[in-house]
């Protein structure tokens, strides 16, 4: 079975804190995603990565960078935390078929 | 522009039938997928569509029709477990970016 994890799944931060969700993947896939869910908005893409070193924006980018340094690995980042970026932080990876992504249990985040 | 529309809330009693309709328009088109999302965990995958009609799978079954952009996710023999969100969503063409509507909060009651 596809095991996807993160690294928190509750966190409580500061404004202007410097935040870093991780996310690994043990089936070797190479596209990975963070999402963010609110309620009546649905998931919400913010990046995407479909290689080691490489990253593209999503739908909402803005506050967030990522890192992917190995393949299992995907970090998100938020650089100075603001309180609408209080949510439910979502990881994926897609299946090699790219027929399905497997989702991490998630990290709901609150920053105060 | 981007829209995926899908019914907020419905409630069906326990052995019925459902039906969860999802419209949208996209840019492009390259899959449309069903999740299920219990409240507090994480979605999980349950249908995939890529070509027009019916893709059945045990109790639950998924109908596309690309021309009408539309589909839907029918859940047969309800049971108290499938109480939970439907999300459906659109796969963007020429990547792997998808598209998520907010989903539908399914209720099934005794």
């Known amino acids: 079975d596809v095991k996807v994890t993160q690294s928190s799944r509750y966190l409580v931060k500061r404004t202007g804190e410097k935040v870093f969700l991780e996310c690994v993947q043990d089936?070797?896939?190479?596209?990975m995603f963070w999402y963010r869910q609110d309620p009546g908005l649905g998931l919400r893409l913010i990046y995407f990565s479909y290689d080691v070193k490489m990253k593209e924006k999503g739908d909402i980018p803005e506050g967030y960078s990522v890192s992917r340094e190995k393949k299992e690995r995907f970090s998100l980042i938020l650089e100075s935390a603001s309180t609408n970026q209080t949510s439910m932080y979502l990881c994926a990876s897609l299946s090699r078929t790219g027929n399905e992504q497997y989702f991490g249990p998630g990290t709901r985040l609150t920053v105060t | 522009g981007q829209n995926i529309d899908q019914p907020t809330e419905m409630t069906a009693t326990e052995g019925a039938i459902v039906q969860i309709n999802c419209t949208y328009q996209?840019?492009?088109?390259?899959?449309l997928f069903w999740y299920q999302q219990h409240a507090g965990e994480a979605p999980t995958f349950l249908s995939y569509?890529?070509?027009?009609g019916l893709e059945e799978k045990g109790r639950f079954s998924s109908f596309l029709s690309r021309s009408k952009g539309y589909s839907y996710l029918l859940l047969k023999e309800l049971q108290m477990k499938d109480s939970a969100s439907y999300l459906c969503?659109?796969?963007?063409?020429?990547?792997?970016?998808?598209?998520f509507g907010a989903g539908t909060r399914l209720f099934v009651k005794a």
């Open positions: 569509n890529v070509l027009d």
């Open positions: 996209t840019s492009g088109f390259n899959g």
């Open positions: 969503a659109v796969r963007d063409t020429g990547g792997f970016k998808t598209i």
């Open positions: 089936m070797d896939h190479e596209n």
